[in-house]
């Protein structure tokens, strides 16, 4: 059984920072291409960060230099550092672990950026 829990969101305020965390079982967690997702409420879900087996990062142009994807294949975990926060970052954030047809997603963990 797949799954995927992640972790770490909450309260900040503009300016602080967060670290998620998502916790993989039951799959081959090297092989598998990773990424976070959002959405927020009345928009659609986005990409915004993700890294491949190899660990090449990319990021959505409107994280880029605030936030960090990272990945411990011995934790079987993928880390998203998310600095300088905005209010429009606010958002449910999902995390991602995809193999060729193999899709799995996260439950989904809250970050709310309100002073």
């Known amino acids: 059984q797949v799954q995927l829990v992640e972790s770490g969101g909450g309260l900040v305020q503009p300016g602080g920072s967060l670290r998620l965390s998502c916790a993989a079982s039951?799959?081959?967690?090297?092989?598998?291409?990773l990424a976070w997702y959002r959405q927020a409420p009345g928009k659609q879900r986005e990409a915004v960060a993700g890294?491949?087996?190899?660990?090449?990062?990319t990021y959505a142009d409107s994280v880029k230099g605030r936030f960090t994807v990272s990945r411990d294949n011995t934790k079987n975990t993928v880390y998203l550092q998310m600095d300088s926060l905005k209010p429009e970052d606010t958002a449910a954030y999902y995390c991602?672990?995809?193999?060729?047809?193999?899709?799995?997603w996260g439950q989904g963990t809250q970050v709310t950026v309100s002073s």
């Open positions: 890294i491949t087996s190899g660990s090449t990062a």
């Open positions: 039951g799959i081959v967690f090297g092989l598998y291409g």
């Open positions: 991602n672990a995809k193999l060729g047809f193999n899709d799995f």
